[in-house]
């Protein structure tokens, strides 16, 4: 036991594992709002006949909704017992993936910034993505490029997410984990219409055609900003204003131009592209996306810690990890009475603003950052 101690970083792991232990227990006891809101809609799911996507709406990604199935059913409390036991399965594992293809540091680190977080996370299914994603990279890069792609691929059709951090797999010279990926995305999506039908797509990206500004959102903040509201519950989120159809476009133009400059950069650096960069693609996504709930922050954590434990990069890192404690402070305003019965005290509306402005600022500094001239990472010219 005490060589297992020798080393700090050992007994920091062991205690960030068992607080993780700890919370996946009130995880399963809670009877917060904010921990029931996503097991209440897994267990509807389950419950409803039909096709999903045809016969009724589904906000879930294919692989994600077969999670759903498979976990949820019975009780509301068997649910809730289930995910947070797989949630918890996901963590570790992926903790397990960033040892394996980067070391015990980065893991660590993972395990640090995911800390502000855990208090929510067992209560979804976010964690089964990231573990996927931190395998299938880690895969990719210990040279197994065919089950890196493929389990890569798997994420992606888990939620969507992992299509923009896939692009590592190109620029770590990884071709044969590359064309896998695309070729089982593509059957993977092919599939996907043919059961769900074209319209599948559109209930995961709009979240059930929700048509207002999430107001965790970097948009939503600034219109609840200026507008006051008022705040809505639409499809399991509080939204404030109204969506333009010519905005969701203009974003996702907007989104896809940010991420072939990342990319582009990327190429022409020295520097892990599992780390700042796509660190950079998921900020930028976070940032221009008119959805971005509490749990979304927990897609930066590996590719946080992986920047981290490069000096030349570390300050990605950092931020990131500023980034969940963020919001970490802001999932507080989620369980705890801040209204007076017709309206939230102002007070503590502005400081709930303030934060998301302050959250979503580092998202976009993140994206803008990497693009600054660097001579650490930038190749000396010839």
Same mark, same amino acid.
């Given at each position: ?29 809670? %009877? ?11 267990? %509807? ?25 498979? /976990? ?28 394996? #293809? ?10 640090? *910034? ?14 089964? /993505? ?17 089950? #890196? ?5 798997? @994420? ?5 997410? !992992? ?14 984990? @590359? ?11 092919? @599939? ?8 599948? *797509? ?35 989120? !509080?939204?404030?204003?109204? /969506? ?9 133009? /907007? ?14 650096? %020295? ?18 996306? !008119?959805?971005?709930?509490? %749990? ?26 500023? *980034? ?29 603003? #303030? ?5 979503? #600022? ?21």
């Amino acid at each position: 036991m005490s060589g297992l101690f020798a080393d700090p970083t050992n007994g920091v792991i062991v205690v960030l594992l068992v607080l993780r232990v700890l919370m996946s227990v009130v995880t399963t006891e809670s %009877q917060s709002g904010l921990l029931k809101v996503d097991v209440a809609r897994f267990h %509807q799911l389950a419950a409803t006949d039909g096709r999903p996507y045809r016969d009724h709406v589904v906000e879930y990604a294919p692989a994600e909704t077969i999670a759903i199935e498979l /976990v949820a059913g019975g009780s509301l409390r068997g649910t809730a017992i289930r995910l947070a036991a797989l949630a918890f399965i996901c963590d570790v594992l992926a903790f397990a993936g960033l040892w394996y #293809g980067w070391g015990r540091r980065p893991a660590a680190l993972y395990l640090l *910034i995911g800390l502000p977080l855990v208090p929510f996370i067992y209560a979804r299914l976010d964690l089964l /993505v990231v573990a996927l994603a931190v395998w299938g990279s880690a895969f990719a890069r210990r040279g197994r490029e065919r089950l #890196g792609g493929g389990v890569l691929a798997l @994420a992606a059709m888990t939620k969507l997410w !992992p299509l923009v951090v896939a692009p590592v797999l190109l620029v770590d010279r990884r071709a044969r984990a @590359a064309r896998w990926f695309a070729c089982l995305v593509g059957v993977g999506f092919l @599939a996907w219409v043919a059961y769900g039908g074209v319209d599948a *797509i559109r209930q995961v990206v709009s979240f059930r055609g929700a048509t207002g500004w999430e107001i965790e959102s970097t948009v939503g903040a600034i219109v609840w900003l200026i507008t006051g509201g008022p705040v809505r519950t639409e499809e399991g989120a !509080p939204r404030v204003g109204e /969506v333009p159809g010519w905005s969701r476009a203009l974003l996702l133009l /907007v989104l896809l131009a940010v991420l072939a400059a990342i990319w582009a950069r990327a190429w022409k650096r %020295q520097v892990d592209p599992s780390g700042a960069p796509s660190l950079a693609a998921l900020a930028a996504l976070l940032a221009l996306s !008119p959805l971005f709930s509490l %749990q979304y922050a927990l897609w930066i954590a590996p590719w946080a810690a992986i920047a981290w434990v490069d000096a030349r990069t570390a300050r990605y890192g950092r931020v990131g990890f500023a *980034i969940t404690l963020l919001t970490g402070t802001l999932a507080f305003f989620y369980v705890v009475p801040w209204d007076t019965g017709d309206a939230p005290i102002p007070l503590v509306r502005w400081l709930v603003i #303030g934060l998301l402005l302050v959250r979503d #600022g580092l998202c976009v500094w993140i994206a803008v950052a990497w693009f600054r001239r660097d001579p650490s990472l930038d190749p000396t010219p010839a």
